[in-house]
């Protein structure tokens, strides 16, 4: 099992680009959670999934879109990208309430 | 909202040192976990404590639950280079099980 995958590892992107973090998950757990890493900052949810077709929003979900038409996949799509959403980005994905599974990340400067 | 703190924010202590950080939830929480982050990597689970008051041993490492379910600790005995990295405790949002709001971590440098 190769657990949570997140693809690119690492991404310079200009600002107002826009680029799809990619996170997928062969363990069959429902849910599925993205984070951003800030120093100092701890993980703060950006958006959180349920389930195929279900998408919630996290504590800091502007800039940032979900979808999850599957069980395995849950792409996150920055729409025009920022300096401010330069930041360590993570999924993670779980059974309900179990422990988080976490990529490996994603490094992304917006420049 | 729902907000989870923890102290230190930064411990340096000398290898076989103890260590102590401490979680507090603004809420009751109706499980707490505990992560381990190692520099460079990404957060790794290490334990869950559900009951009130409950305590867990992890070899050097021991974690306790407070009896309010409102706060936690992690201690760890004699301190190993090992241990370096940033622990993180989290717990569910109010009325979801797997909705997790992280504390803001405290991170541990241990030297020789």
């Known amino acids: 099992n190769a657990g949570v995958t997140q693809t690119p590892k690492f991404q310079v992107l200009k600002t107002g680009q826009s680029m799809t973090l990619q996170c997928a998950q062969d363990?069959?757990?429902?849910?599925m959670s993205w984070y951003r890493q800030d120093p100092g900052m701890g993980l703060r949810l950006i958006h959180y999934s349920v389930g195929a077709g279900i998408t919630d929003q996290g504590e800091v979900p502007n800039g940032y879109n979900v979808s999850r038409s599957t069980t395995e996949d849950f792409p996150l799509r920055l729409l025009s990208a920022a300096p401010s959403q330069t930041s360590v980005y993570f999924c993670?994905?779980?059974?309900?309430?179990?422990?988080?599974?976490f990529g490996q990340g994603t490094r992304l400067t917006v420049v | 909202g729902q907000q989870v703190m923890q102290i230190p924010q930064y411990q340096h202590v000398q290898e076989g040192e103890d260590f102590t950080t401490y979680c507090n939830s603004s809420t009751t929480l109706s499980n707490i976990q505990w992560y381990k982050q190692r520099p460079g990597g990404h957060p790794v689970f290490l334990i869950q404590?559900?009951?009130?008051?409950e305590v867990k041993k992890q070899k050097r490492l021991t974690f306790q639950f407070g009896e309010a379910k409102k706060n936690s600790s992690l201690h760890i005995t004699a301190t190993q280079t090992t241990d370096v990295g940033t622990y993180f405790c989290?717990?569910?949002?109010?009325?979801?099980?797997?909705?997790?709001?992280f504390g803001t971590g405290t991170r541990l440098q241990v030297t020789l």
């Open positions: 989290a717990g569910p949002i109010t009325g979801t099980a797997s909705k997790l709001t």
């Open positions: 404590l559900v009951k009130s008051g």
């Open positions: 363990m069959n757990h429902e849910y």
């Open positions: 993670a994905s779980s059974y309900s309430g179990g422990d988080a599974f």
